[in-house]
T-cell receptor, first 117, second 109 residues
């Protein structure tokens, strides 16, 4: 099956610093990658959708200058949380898909738990 | 607006059967997904329905009625490891996934 990896799996950083999270599709080329955030006991919240080689599409309320997304290749997307604050502490999950119609399931990475102190 | 409704939490007994319902109102419909998510982990794909009817996959089955905007996930012969959150998601006319808040299923011995 399709495998998506994320790195790091957890990170602790100080307030005001930036953190980069990588998402890789290991055995397939992902046309589209998605970034989600999930707070404890809440559902997934889509932050942005990115297609390789183009700018990410951010959901309403998500600051694009704070959450920088780069989708440089068909197997790699990165999310950088800039000037992190404690309220950015959350579980960040990426997913990848081949894109298009039909059974285009999203393959999820294992998630990155970010704690900002 | 677009909306997906699921019960917040359900409790069932090991070995029993449980049905988790999902109703949706979306702009267009291009398929409905069920995902399982264990605490602290990422979601994993369970099922996909795009036509009306029942899709069976082992102990899990998923049903869809497009005219009613309704789906359910049926879990049989419940095991303790089935304790998880179950997420319903609908792909709308723009092929964007709209996620429900998830149903936390608690299995008791």
């Amino acid at each position: 099956g399709a495998v998506v990896s994320q790195h790091p799996s957890w990170v602790i950083c100080k307030s005001g610093t930036s953190v980069k999270i990588e998402c890789r599709s290991l055995d397939f080329q992902a046309t589209t990658m998605f970034w989600y955030r999930q707070f404890p006991k809440q559902s997934l919240m889509l932050m942005a959708t990115s297609n390789e080689g183009s700018k990410a599409t951010y959901e309403q309320g998500v600051e694009k200058d704070k959450f920088l997304i780069n989708h440089a290749s068909l197997t790699l997307s990165t999310l950088t949380v800039t000037s992190a604050h404690p309220e950015d502490s959350s579980f960040y999950i990426c997913s990848a898909s081949l894109g298009g119609v039909g059974l285009d399931e999203q393959y999820f990475g294992p998630g990155t738990r970010l704690t900002v102190t | 607006g677009q909306n997906i409704d699921q019960p917040t939490e359900m409790t069932a007994t090991e070995g029993a059967i449980v049905q988790i319902n999902c109703t949706y109102q979306t702009s267009g419909f291009n398929g409905l997904f069920w995902y399982q998510q264990h605490a602290g982990e990422a979601p994993t794909f369970l099922s996909y329905n795009v036509l009306d009817g029942l899709e069976e996959k082992g102990r899990f089955s998923s049903f869809l009625s497009r005219s009613k905007g309704y789906s359910y996930l049926l879990l049989k012969e419940l095991q303790m490891k089935d304790s998880a959150s179950y997420l319903c998601a609908v792909k709308d006319s723009n092929y964007q996934l709209i996620w429900g808040a998830g149903t936390k299923l608690i299995i008791k011995p």
